[in-house]
Each structure stands twice: as structure tokens, then as C-alpha cells.
């Protein structure tokens, strides 16, 4: 991942739709599903205080 990013820095192209995604990207994706409502901040706020 470190090795693409870096790579990706350093490429002459500028269009960034010739990113590749590794199969462990591809494979993280969809694996959770939140609700449309759902409020990051908030659930993250939540957790600071109990913590």
C-alpha cells in the first residue's frame, strides 16, 4: 500500500483513475454497512466519553 502511494506520488500521469486497488482493498470494501443516517462524529464523541 505504502509502496503504491509512493509510487503514485511520483508518477508523471495526472489523471488519478488509473489508481490500482489491491485485492485487500477490494476485498474490505462493503464488508461493514452503516445506516444513511449514520453520525461518524457523534458515535465517535459517544466512545471518547465512556472511554
Do not use: Q, R, W
Not at 489523471?15 to 443516517?37: Q, R
Request: charged fraction near 35%; aromatic fraction near 10%; hydrophobic fraction near 35%.
Amino acid at each position: 500500500m505504502i509502496e503504491a502511494y509512493f509510487d503514485s506520488l511520483t508518477n508523471e500521469e495526472d489523471d488519478i483513475n488509473h489508481i490500482k486497488t489491491t485485492p485487500l482493498v477490494e476485498s474490505l470494501c462493503g464488508v461493514i454497512e452503516l445506516p444513511e443516517d449514520f453520525d461518524y462524529k457523534k458515535s465517535k464523541a459517544e466512545y471518547l466519553i465512556e472511554k
